[in-house]
Every structure is written in structure tokens, then in C-alpha cells.
DNA sequence: CAGAATCCCCTCCGATACTG
DNA sequence: CAGTATCGGAGGGGATTCTG
């Protein structure tokens, strides 16, 4: 997470800390019900460069709300998936997910990559 | 909001750009069933240089979260009230406020403010 | 009372190049 | 394949001072 406090003003804004990083969301929102490689979320979400993927990834990880795996092979192969807590906070993903599909409706606006929210699966 | 992209790569971005202003979540709870005068949210907010609570105000009046109104008197007077958009924002904001009041619990952290979970009054 | 104006630091984040 | 290292610009945000 971004803030290194203790204490927050608000349990809103630690959730925001811990969801609100440049591709958090995008992240999350992939890896439910998905195990995904490095190289699977950078096709994903290729306006994240591998520097900030990493770093996103490591906060999350830092955070307990994805689980990274390293596998001891050649080439290196490292896989993503989300811990209990990161399903946990699916419901707020979703939550966010009607409000802003709602919203950019509204305003004519349109959503450039073809995600689309999940049905109910795993 | 922050972007000024008319295109989204996820609704959920979409969302996190209007609410997740450094103070906005907090303005936002705030002003829930409330209308607060600027010096009243300066002492709801004391974190909160002047400056930032302006920057933030202006931002979510940009984004019709809120409604501003100034009563041409002296000494001035200016009321901030949420919108019908922003009161449609409600539930987003108690759901990160469960999920986040959860997770501080859970992890022994503690919150400064005195702020509660409203009861549903108006 | 409700801000506007300035100054300035410091972090975020993109671009690019390199590595086990 | 899955990163790391380095550089550098943009702007978020704090402290302070001033004003109608």
C-alpha cells in the first residue's frame, strides 16, 4: 500500500490505499478466477510497462492480496493469482465496476479494452 | 477527475478517478445527509491545508459530485451539498468502508477520526 | 470567511537499456 | 521469461503569505 501509516482517517481511505495504484484494479480485476504469468498480465494490460507492472504487483503482493509463485525452471516462470483477502475485495471491484459503467453511459463515454464484467464463475 | 481521457481502459478506473482525490472519499463521507459550510469541513479535514480542500472541492463540483452555492454576503458564505450523483455514490462508499473497516480490524490497526458509519438518515 | 498566490520539494511514472 | 537499473519530466501536495 501507498501510505505507510498506522492509523487512517478513514477505513475508506485504506481501502483506497490498497486498491488505488495506477493498475491496481486492472490487476485484480484480471486475476479473478485466473492464475496469470507476468508476460499474460503485460499482454493484458500493455500500458503498463514492465517496470510499473512489477512494482504494482509487488504492492499487491505486499498487501497479502495476490499470491506470487516462482517456479525454479528455465526460462523463469512466475504465476500470479489472488489470495483469500484479493477475492474478498471483489465485491468492491464490482461495486465500482456498475457505478463507472453506469456513469460513462450516461456521459457517452466509451471503455477501450474489452473487458467486461465477469460472470459468476470460479 | 484526474483524467481527462474521454476513454477508459475499465469502468472501475473510471470510478477511482472521481473518488480518489487525497480528501475526496473523506469530503464525500462528510457530506453525506450534510450540508457543511467550507470552515466546517476544515475542521472535519485538519489534515487538510486550505488549498487542498479548495483543489478537492473544485474537483468533485467539476465532476457534478457536488454542488457548490455562495450567498453573495459579507462575511462570505459558501454551502457544499452532494449531488443526486453523488448521493448515488453511497453504496461504493460503504462498501470500501465495510471491506476497510474489516481489514483494519483484522490487522489491529486503529482509526484517528471519530468518523462512524452513518446511520441511514437522511 | 473563504479562498488565491507563491514557492518548492518530492514522488509518480514513462522511456530506455540491460540481465540472470 | 521475468524482471532490474537509471534517468528525467510532470505534477501532486505542503508551508506560508496575502485578499475581497
Redesign the interface.
Known amino acids: 500500500m501507498n501510505s505507510d501509516c ?11 490505499d ?3 495504484g495506477k493498475y491496481k ?2 490487476i485484480l ?1 484480471h486475476l479473478i478466477g485466473n492464475t496469470l504469468r507476468f508476460g499474460e498480465l503485460r499482454k493484458l ?1 500493455p ?1 503498463a510497462t514492465p517496470k510499473m507492472l512489477t512494482q504494482q504487483l509487488r504492492e499487491l503482493e505486499e498487501d497479502h492480496l495476490i499470491i506470487r509463485t516462482v517456479y525454479p525452471v528455465v526460462p523463469p516462470k512466475v504465476e500470479y493469482m489472488l489470495s483469500d ?1 484479493g477475492n ?2 471483489r ?3 464490482e ?7 453506469d ?2 453511459r450516461e456521459n457517452g ?5 474489452s ?1 467486461k464484467f465477469p460472470t459468476k464463475d470460479s
Open positions: 498506522t492509523t487512517y482517517h478513514c477505513p475508506v481511505d485504506a481501502t483506497l490498497m486498491i488505488g484494479a486492472l480485476w494490460i500500458q483477502l474478498s475485495i465485491p468492491i471491484l461495486t465500482m465496476y456498475n457505478w463507472g459503467a456513469y460513462l463515454l466509451t471503455v477501450s479494452c473487458m
